[in-house]
């Protein structure tokens, strides 16, 4: 049984779901041509993906710490601890600098 065509004009690749080949559907869900959740951010327009916000806006709530947790314990930072007590750019540093614990 020969397979369809994607069914955007001009592409022969082959349909993989809801009648667009892959990279066609790809494109689609991040357009959000599906109706999915739009990002909450005013002005995104992004599909959402996790707690309401595309992927980009989430790790910037994410790294600011606005779903909770514990914060950095480096002095004056108020980022969202990821490892060891510290966030991301103060673990990355202390590591470099061999100043952690092993």
Do not use: K, W
Request: proline share 3%.
């Amino acid at each position: 049984m020969p397979r369809t065509a994607c069914s955007v004009d001009g592409c022969t690749e082959p349909a993989r779901s809801r009648g667009l080949c892959n990279r066609h559907y790809t494109q689609a869900i991040r357009r959000g041509d599906f109706g999915e959740r739009r990002c909450a951010v005013r002005g995104c327009g992004r599909a959402a993906s996790s707690r309401g916000l595309c992927p980009a806006h989430y790790e910037e709530a994410r790294n600011r710490g606005d779903f909770g947790g514990r914060r950095c314990s480096a002095a004056g930072c108020d980022r969202a601890a990821s490892a060891r007590g510290l966030c991301r750019v103060h673990y990355g540093r202390a590591r470099r600098r061999g100043e952690l614990d092993r």
